[in-house]
Every structure is written in C-alpha cells, then in structure tokens.
C-alpha cells in the first residue's frame, strides 16, 4: 500500500544537490534541481553503489564505484558502467542493464514528501 513520507524542509537542500535519506528501513537518494526534487533508490542496481556519493549533473545521477548513469526524472539507464569492450559485454550477460527505481515526490507547505509502496 502506497503511502507518503516527509523528508524535512525543501530549503535544506541546495539547488543541484542530494543526500539520503533513510526511511522505514530504505535507504533513499533525495536530489534537488533548480525548483524540482527527485527521489530514487540509494544503492546502484548494478552492484549497490552509494548513488548519494556519486556525481548530479542536471538530472543525470552517475554511480560512483562503477560509472552507471541514471536519469532521476525517469530512473531510465543512461550509461551501464564505464567500463567498455569485452569487459563491457560480459559484465552485461552476467547483469544486464535494469532501470533506477525511482518515487513520485511532492511539496507541500515548504516540507518534501516521497510517495513509497
Ligand atoms: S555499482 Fe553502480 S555502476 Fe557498478
């Protein structure tokens, strides 16, 4: 069953920032962009990856243990992994590319909150 969570005031993040944020035993990336907050798993689907830790640029989230890019509007792949050739295309058969899970996020009198379930 769907429900939403508050995370705390939208003005303690900054424009073109992201933390986590942990709730009901989930670990969450909360990311702003100019007026817009997006929310998503915290770990990489390719092998958990700490994505708050990772780079933001514009809405394009990129892991930092293995380069994977995410776009947060989405949760679509970007990039899976840095990594090329051979190393590449075996590291796709044994885990194939699979999208960011990604939660609705709503504002409400100055709080955000993000809809789980
Ligand atoms: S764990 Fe994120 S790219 Fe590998």
Redesign the pocket.
Known sequence: MSHWIETGAADDLADGTMKAVAAEGMELLLARVGDSFYAADAH?P????FLPNGHLDGTIVT?P????RFDLTSGKVIRW?NWTGVKLAVGKLLRSPRPLRTYPVRLDEGKVWIELG
């Open positions: 990489c390719h092998m958990g990856g892991c243990r293995h380069g994977s992994t």
